[in-house]
């Protein structure tokens, strides 16, 4: 007998498997952040997807690539390259200068402030660069688009998706206070035991821990606020209707976040948050030939792999001094990526490159420790490979993401700003030397390993089911439609109390009646 | 170049994803549970493990199969098959009849702790057949089973794996107000927009629903923490330390729930919890001979399948009489499964059978509506094939598993107690001629295929990690370590606001104290 239902589903299934000749926009961020999507787009153009990538005239890294299959749609902004670099190097400049601790939160607070604003500036004349181009944004629409993968860094993307009427989808590693995860994207996040970003707590925190947790979120969420606050009327005069960035942003299909449970503590996330940490890994690829014989000739002791990200190009010359002298007194051979000037104590077992295959020298069995400042996806490459870290953060969320793997016993942090050769050494010796941290890089290195798909797969996975069914409106909590006030319950609450006040007050009244009147009537009678 | 640690964990991986011949124990409950535990049982079977059921004497429907791979392990309890037949009987008959509703929530909560009284009673038998059978619990130690599986409505389980050593992991599909997943496994549960099970309520609610919510889930907390707060000294006297009920469960490492979001309206979770719903689903095998012909001579009208699942066996007269002459006036075959005297009113296109093949009937292109009492198994089998639903709920979670079907558009309710011909025949007509429902009941079957891995597989994936791993701790979230006022942050909200109160005590007291002094050393002068 010919079950045709089964048929029917099993063409469907094979059919929507594959999701074949998809058209894919993509709106980037700068930085690292370019480098992991970039991964997501090969896989998308693997699976013989269309993928239109869209970047300003002054972008950075995002660069048209050798690959004829990815699209770029280069549009005109009144700026350079050098703009954003400025902006850049002002933003990790002003960071590491101010690095924010208990104490000088609120200083942080007002110096991030100004490099913010300039940032501001930059993302609305990106905005603007595509939003007031009728010709680009009708050029978009004929390209009948499915979905829109955006990094919401660079806002925007999300406003195009909607202009095109098209879902979108957002890969994010974090916001501040994760204010857009919490408000915009409805995840609860107990202070009592989910440490906010940037305050460098864990999830096992002492009564102070937890009032400096408590203070933090809210601290966050206000400098979130107050600094985002003026995108509301850009989004509303986009949009042609009143409307706020978190309204818009709580509209993304799929939230695609850079983490997963072998680097985040556990805690509360919604059906429509995926965790697809670590997306970029990869097996280790042989070395160069050169790098490859310097590696091999570290015999036993192996190697340390010691790069400081693509945001931070030179040292002060003190500074690198006490960073070669460390390293000299190693008995590991050592390659450092810098390109500033050769450190006048550079020892012999330590050559710099300008450039150096992270993943593959992580990936290498000589491979003895990490020295990192500390980016997501830099940490990713060493949890692949069960390697320890040495953490040297700088800004953003890398003293955060250091923070996270000293508690999980797989690195030693140092900081730049105050440490001295002998700081360095000792915590080199510590990760190579102390077997607990190797146990427990490779512990994490088999939890990441251990999932039921891939995370590169999930994300793929994801942004074709949205594609497939113009969106993923099953997994997208209701809380979307109440106020804040309602969303806390706030107003069952108040009427729940009201009730019972009112009980209170009539049982009272009744009494204190009865009281006076059978009182009276009482002594009355006594009289009588 | 040789690359050991990827050889090494390529080699790792491999050998840890079989994790072959591993010893799972299982923990079961009566009925439907049991059928859905089996299916994972089967695929544990098949992946090679070797599997044991911890049965009493006087279980029900959870009884050595012919499978020889699956072993049992029979405890001796005191009391029969009747028994767990009465006390089930007895928890039917009592729901049904007093059938929760906001006005009548406190005499069902009286009534039912009757009901469960009884069940507790059997159920520490039970729990006291293997925890004092010496001989028993040294033979399992001898087994050295790697994990526990248990379905947390029978307790104990968790008792017995804490015992043994081992991890265990939950299969559940949902306690009172969700208190054991809220208050046991840590899960937020907003009462703005998660509707409390047995609450019939949907995401989508109204001021008065959610003072109803509201209102329901401090109810069913309530019920839950007054009727099951005997098993704390039971616990603590099991485990020779004071500890409780829920805290023992919150030690599950994995909590597999017998839902997904095709079912569940988008809510919390928690990464230890995996929605496995509908794992027992697969596609339709040919019909036995009869039933077959039977089912080919509907034509285009197509057949019902009408089942009221295992707990209810008859009818009485008058309402089997009520439902066999509505399905009587439709075009379509019924397929009945119905072992109660044959109704006078019943149609020629009606057939009564003892037990039919409800996946396969489901499973064919010419089921056009299905008649359910609601259960999860078999709603899960009509999203799987796309069929549209008539619900008639009695009792458990079926109202609402019913109602979570009214709010996807897949499904018409009928009040079993109040429903009259024209109700139910109204009813189907509504599931089969208007086009929504089927539509519908598609688009959950189309979520519910479209995952990036099947329910049973990851449920299998679980049950195998926590083997190959000893635990899941990297899920298990902090809040477990937390008192109810710590989780909370009330002892830090506490401390700030005495903070705010003596800093306002303290200026107001330097402000009148200034005052008095100034203020009369200035009248002084005045005058002076």
């Given at each position: 007998?010919?079950?045709?239902?089964?048929l029917?589903?099993?063409?469907?299934i094979c059919?929507?498997?594959?999701?074949?000749?998809g058209?894919?926009?993509?709106w980037?961020m700068?930085?690292?952040?370019?480098l992991?999507v970039?991964?997501?787009?090969?896989?998308l153009?693997k699976?013989e997807?269309n993928?239109?990538?869209?970047?300003?005239s002054?972008?950075?890294?995002i660069?048209?690539?050798s690959?004829?299959?990815?699209?770029?749609?280069?549009?005109?902004?009144?700026?350079?390259?050098e703009?954003v670099?400025?902006?850049?190097?002002?933003?990790?400049?002003?960071w590491?200068?101010n690095?924010?601790?208990p104490?000088?939160?609120?200083?942080?607070?007002?110096?991030m402030?100004?490099?913010i604003?300039?940032?501001?500036?930059?993302?609305?004349e990106?905005?603007d660069?595509?939003l007031k181009?009728q010709k680009?944004?009708?050029k978009?629409?004929?390209n009948?688009?499915?979905?829109?993968?955006?990094?919401p860094?660079?806002?925007?993307?999300d406003?195009?998706?909607?202009?095109?009427g098209?879902?979108?989808?957002?890969?994010?590693?974090?916001?501040?206070?994760?204010?857009?995860?919490?408000h915009c994207g409805k995840?609860?996040?107990?202070?009592?035991y989910?440490p906010?970003?940037?305050?460098e707590?864990?999830d096992?925190?002492?009564f102070?821990?937890?009032?400096?947790?408590?203070?933090?979120?809210?601290?966050?969420?206000?400098?979130?606020?107050?600094?985002?606050?003026?995108?509301?009327?850009?989004?509303?005069?986009?949009?042609?209707?009143?409307?706020?960035l978190?309204e818009?942003?709580g509209?993304?299909e799929?939230?695609?976040?850079r983490t997963?449970?072998d680097f985040?503590?556990p805690r509360p996330?919604?059906?429509?948050?995926e965790f697809?940490?670590?997306?970029?890994?990869?097996?280790?690829?042989?070395?160069?030939?050169?790098?490859?014989?310097?590696?091999?000739?570290?015999?036993?002791?192996?190697i340390?792999v010691?790069?400081?990200?693509?945001m931070?190009?030179n040292?002060?010359?003190?500074?690198?001094?006490?960073i070669a002298s460390?390293?000299a007194q190693?008995?590991q051979?050592?390659l450092?990526?810098?390109?500033g000037?050769?450190?006048?104590?550079?020892g012999?077992n330590t050559?710099?490159?300008e450039?150096?295959?992270?993943?593959d020298?992580?990936?290498?069995?000589?491979?003895?420790?990490f020295?990192?400042?500390g980016g997501?996806?830099?940490i990713?490459?060493?949890?692949?490979?069960?390697?320890?870290?040495?953490?040297?953060?700088?800004?953003a969320?890398?003293?955060?993401?250091?923070?996270h793997?000293?508690?999980k016993g797989?690195?030693?942090e140092?900081?730049?700003n105050?440490?001295?050769?002998a700081?360095?050494?000792?915590?080199?010796?510590?990760?190579?030397n102390?077997?607990?941290?190797?146990?427990?890089?490779?512990?994490?290195?088999?939890i990441?390993?251990?999932?039921p798909?891939?995370?590169?797969?999930?994300?793929?996975?994801?942004i074709?089911?949205?594609m497939?069914?113009k969106?993923?409106?099953?997994?997208?909590p209701?809380?979307?439609?109440?106020?804040?006030y309602?969303?806390?319950?706030?107003?069952?609450?108040?009427?729940l109390?009201?009730?019972?006040?009112?009980v209170?007050?009539?049982?009272t009244?009744?009494c204190l009646f009865?009281?006076r009147?059978?009182?009276?009537?009482g002594?009355k009678?006594?009289r009588?």
């Amino acid at each position: 007998m010919l079950n045709k239902n089964i048929l029917l589903w099993s063409l469907q299934i094979c059919l929507l498997g594959s999701t074949l000749g998809g058209n894919v926009l993509i709106w980037p961020m700068e930085g690292s952040h370019w480098l992991n999507v970039k991964i997501i787009i090969d896989e998308l153009i693997k699976k013989e997807h269309n993928v239109t990538v869209l970047a300003s005239s002054g972008a950075l890294f995002i660069t048209p690539t050798s690959n004829p299959s990815l699209k770029f749609e280069i549009y005109q902004v009144p700026f350079g390259k050098e703009r954003v670099e400025g902006v850049i190097n002002n933003f990790v400049l002003t960071w590491m200068e101010n690095r924010p601790s208990p104490l000088t939160i609120w200083r942080f607070y007002q110096e991030m402030a100004k490099v913010i604003h300039d940032f501001h500036m930059i993302s609305r004349e990106i905005c603007d660069g595509v939003l007031k181009n009728q010709k680009l944004m009708e050029k978009l629409k004929k390209n009948k688009f499915e979905v829109l993968l955006s990094d919401p860094v660079f806002p925007c993307g999300d406003i195009i998706a909607l202009k095109l009427g098209i879902p979108f989808i957002y890969s994010l590693r974090f916001s501040p206070a994760s204010t857009v995860e919490k408000h915009c994207g409805k995840v609860p996040y107990p202070p009592s035991y989910v440490p906010a970003i940037l305050s460098e707590l864990t999830d096992q925190m002492s009564f102070t821990d937890r009032i400096r947790n408590f203070i933090s979120y809210h601290l966050q969420d206000y400098m979130f606020d107050t600094l985002w606050k003026s995108w509301d009327s850009y989004y509303s005069k986009a949009l042609g209707r009143p409307t706020t960035l978190c309204e818009t942003m709580g509209k993304a299909e799929i939230w695609l976040i850079r983490t997963y449970w072998d680097f985040e503590f556990p805690r509360p996330y919604l059906p429509n948050f995926e965790f697809v940490g670590g997306l970029h890994c990869k097996p280790a690829k042989p070395l160069p030939k050169e790098m490859g014989e310097f590696v091999q000739s570290s015999g036993e002791d192996g190697i340390v792999v010691f790069t400081l990200g693509s945001m931070v190009k030179n040292l002060t010359d003190a500074k690198a001094d006490v960073i070669a002298s460390a390293l000299a007194q190693i008995p590991q051979k050592v390659l450092w990526r810098y390109t500033g000037k050769r450190p006048a104590t550079l020892g012999a077992n330590t050559r710099l490159y300008e450039w150096i295959p992270q993943n593959d020298l992580l990936g290498h069995p000589k491979a003895k420790a990490f020295i990192t400042h500390g980016g997501t996806n830099g940490i990713y490459e060493a949890i692949y490979h069960g390697v320890p870290m040495v953490g040297v953060p700088m800004f953003a969320d890398q003293p955060d993401n250091i923070a996270h793997m000293k508690a999980k016993g797989a690195a030693v942090e140092v900081n730049i700003n105050t440490m001295t050769s002998a700081d360095l050494l000792n915590a080199l010796k510590t990760v190579i030397n102390e077997p607990s941290y190797k146990e427990n890089a490779m512990r994490l290195s088999r939890i990441h390993h251990d999932q039921p798909v891939k995370p590169l797969d999930r994300a793929v996975f994801w942004i074709e089911f949205v594609m497939r069914h113009k969106g993923a409106k099953h997994l997208r909590p209701a809380a979307h439609d109440l106020t804040w006030y309602q969303y806390h319950s706030l107003d069952v609450i108040g009427f729940l109390l009201a009730c019972v006040a009112t009980v209170i007050f009539l049982v009272t009244t009744c009494c204190l009646f009865s009281y006076r009147k059978f009182g009276k009537t009482g002594k009355k009678k006594k009289r009588e």
